[in-house]
């Protein structure tokens, strides 16, 4: 079974943790070819619609729509087309490189072959395929992670701070990655603190702060200027 | 789709162990020490206390299986792995099944080491009805195994996982321990009780089948969050 979707849309979704409120009634939408930034401060709930997007957290109230179709109603199939970066990076630290993307791509379906070799070289890693993951720094863990969340080619892609630890060329390599894979079709939504960097890559801004969504707007020049102004900030 | 997920899960967990020995070498370690320490306080001059082997090779059996538990998930915790295990386009009990199965061998690996000590230190005769023991064992090490493995993965974003696995566990398991006790000893008691060690495999055989089954259909909604 197939779960294609052009749009992934979050409607009126709030997630309550006990008595706090992660998330209070957000709804927002994105589709094909979009780079969507989320932005906000620390604990605006950022990750939680990252959690919810991905069909991992569910919502307290509200519902999230991949096309016509929901987590529940499309099932596993749904999955097939997640990708998700993640502030912790889902790799197994024992294992060698090579070993952590063959393993997640045989759990996608994929062959292990060619498209492991492909993640490998996109990250820069073609030579430290045989090497524990455990021996790398966060650049080189990071940008392998990526590779590993878009091994299966997700439709939608989900990245929580994608620059974590990445040198200036390394930044360069994965804007023009993800641009590329929005250019392919894909949906993506970026959470970000990195103001600059957004700038010029996201096709659209959405702002939260303190589990509300305070602005959804297309992205234009200017973003830390906009954001100070809605979130505050020196 | 479900087996072949399991497998990788289980063939991903054994590569890991296979590198770093960890889990194996601390469960072994513990359980040895366990049984080396009743075997000072329970044989004298060389004669055993009646019956306390069979009891030992399980407290070990248990205790051990439950350090192996909570060193399994803290894998998948550290990374927060797990998270991209249930996000794999399989159905999420396969995960579960390829855990419980990394488990299941690891504990296997332990009795292994552990029945023919048991036997020696305690002169119990647990090689006289073979293909009974190994039943007990295999059967009380799936019924034990079957709810820990959905335990520890429950209690993994707990802070107090470490404290409220056995607490939880424990209480649940006490029918598989006691029917995996009383099988074992019926087996090596003088003259040995084979009608009642049947009974005692067949109970645990139920019991097997009602924890892997709730297991099985309770995983997928306990790990969403």
Not at chain 1, 95 to 114: C, E, H, K, M, P
Not at chain 1, 216 to 231: I, K, S, T
């Amino acid at each position: 079974m197939t779960a294609d979707f052009d749009q992934v849309s979050l409607v009126d979704v709030s997630r309550h943790f006990g008595r706090r409120r992660a998330v209070t009634k957000v709804s927002l939408s994105a589709g094909r070819g979009e780079i969507v930034g989320l932005l906000g401060p620390n604990g605006a709930g950022k990750s939680t619609l990252m959690g919810m997007a991905a069909s991992l957290v569910r919502p307290t109230s509200g519902e999230v729509r991949y096309g016509g179709g929901t987590a529940r109603s499309l099932g596993p199939a749904l999955r097939h087309q997640i990708g998700l970066l993640a502030h912790e990076l889902h790799l197994y630290p024992e294992l060698t490189a090579r070993q952590n993307l063959s393993f997640f791509a045989r759990l996608y379906g994929v062959d292990a072959g060619g498209p492991v070799e492909a993640a490998l070289a996109a990250a820069g890693l073609s030579d430290r395929g045989e090497d524990d993951v455990s021996g790398f720094s966060r650049g080189m863990r990071q940008r392998l992670a990526l590779e590993r969340a878009l091994i299966h080619q997700p439709r939608l892609v989900l990245l929580d701070e994608p620059f974590t630890g990445l040198d200036d060329r390394a930044v360069s390599v994965v804007t023009e990655r993800l641009r590329g894979i929005a250019a392919s079709g894909a949906i993506v939504l970026l959470a970000t603190h990195d103001l600059d960097l957004a700038e010029g890559l996201v096709t659209r801004v959405v702002l939260v702060q303190g589990g509300r969504l305070i602005a959804d707007e297309p992205a234009q020049a200017g973003v830390r200027a906009r954001y100070r102004a809605l979130v505050g900030g020196a | 789709m479900f087996l072949k997920v399991a497998w990788l899960v289980l063939r991903k967990d054994i590569a890991i162990e296979v590198k770093t020995r960890e889990i194996l070498y601390t469960t072994l370690f513990f359980a040895v020490a366990c049984v080396l320490v009743f075997s000072f306080a329970f044989v004298k001059e060389g004669v055993p206390v009646e019956g306390a082997g069979v009891g030992i090779l399980w407290i070990a059996v248990i205790f051990s299986g439950n350090l192996a538990l909570g060193r399994t998930f803290e894998r998948e915790r550290y990374g927060e792995t797990i998270r991209a295990l249930l996000l794999a386009p399989a159905p999420r009990a396969a995960i579960y099944m390829g855990k419980l199965l990394g488990i299941v061998a690891l504990m296997a690996l332990t009795e292994l080491l552990l029945v023919p000590m048991v036997a020696f230190l305690f002169q119990a005769p647990l090689f006289s009805w073979p293909m009974h023991l190994l039943a007990l064992l295999v059967l009380g090490t799936l019924g034990f195994a079957s709810v820990g493995t959905l335990f520890a993965a429950m209690l993994m974003r707990s802070r107090t996982r470490d404290v409220l696995l056995p607490i939880l566990l424990y209480p649940v398991t006490v029918p598989v321990i006691i029917a995996g006790v009383l099988g074992t000893s019926a087996l090596t008691q003088t003259p040995a009780d084979e009608p009642m060690a049947t009974l005692w495999i067949s109970m645990l055989a139920f019991f097997d089948v009602v924890f892997l089954t709730l297991a099985l259909w309770m995983f997928e909604p306990l790990m969403t969050e």
